[in-house]
């Protein structure tokens, strides 16, 4: 009963979260043009309506993913209506908020921030934060959240069978694993590729 109630809270929360990220997303958007590009456009789509379309929506979705579990997790820390229910995952869901935190400033840096752009002091050094703001959201932390959920799951000492929590946690995992596989199995080529051809393009000027 405690899991469909929480569920049903989560369900709201991931609404409203997608929402408020929109609009967030949008509203930086028409300050400051978006820096990423997550997918290769045909080139008989590439006229500047759809192109700019297809390139906001992939990188509005990439945002959302940091945003919306940032949202719920920080509900579910915080609220009283769920504080007494993480038992033993406390440590564990501040761990997750924490990552959660990392993934949305990473994400927010590799959106917003040029890193082909700026004084020469900053160009030195801009690749290597776009580098680690990559690695750190796409496989470090994914990989961190992977490892402490395995390992909850598989010590002894932990009933997680008595914790509601527990199934938000699955689906959060599920999350991580996913994006470590559309990092090494896609956006690797796309994001990696295109900064290792601007950097030696850069050398040779």
């Known amino acids: 009963m405690k899991s469909s109630y ?3 809270i989560i369900e709201q929360l991931v609404f409203i979260a997608t929402l ?11 300050c400051v043009r978006h820096k990423l590009q997550l997918d290769m456009i045909d080139e008989r789509r590439q006229l500047p309506n759809i192109d700019t379309i297809i390139a906001i929506s992939e990188v509005a979705n990439a945002w959302n993913a940091q945003f919306v579990p940032w949202a719920v997790n920080n509900f579910l820390s915080f609220s009283p209506t769920t504080r007494n229910e ?3 995952l406390a440590m564990q869901l501040e761990i997750i908020l924490a990552s959660n935190y990392l993934s949305l400033f990473a994400i927010g840096f590799l959106v917003f921030c040029p890193w082909k752009k700026g004084p020469e002091w900053y160009l030195k050094i801009s690749p290597y934060i776009f580098k680690t703001n990559v690695y750190l959201n796409y496989v470090i932390l994914p990989g961190l959240n992977f490892g402490l959920f395995m390992y909850y799951t598989c010590d002894p000492h932990y009933n997680l ?3 509601p929590l527990e199934s938000w ?5 599920i999350i991580c694993v996913t994006r470590l596989v559309e990092f090494f199995f896609s956006l690797k080529k796309i994001i990696m590729d295109d900064a290792r051809i601007y950097i030696e393009t850069r050398k040779l000027k």
Not at 20 to 30: C, D, K, L
Not at 169 to 173: A, G, N, P, S, Y
């Open 6 to 8: 929480l569920w049903l």
């Open 20 to 30: 408020v990220s929109n609009m967030v997303f949008i509203a930086i958007r028409s």
């Open 86 to 88: 993480k038992g033993e």
């Open 161 to 163: 069978k008595v914790f």
């Open 169 to 173: 946690i699955v689906f959060f995992t």
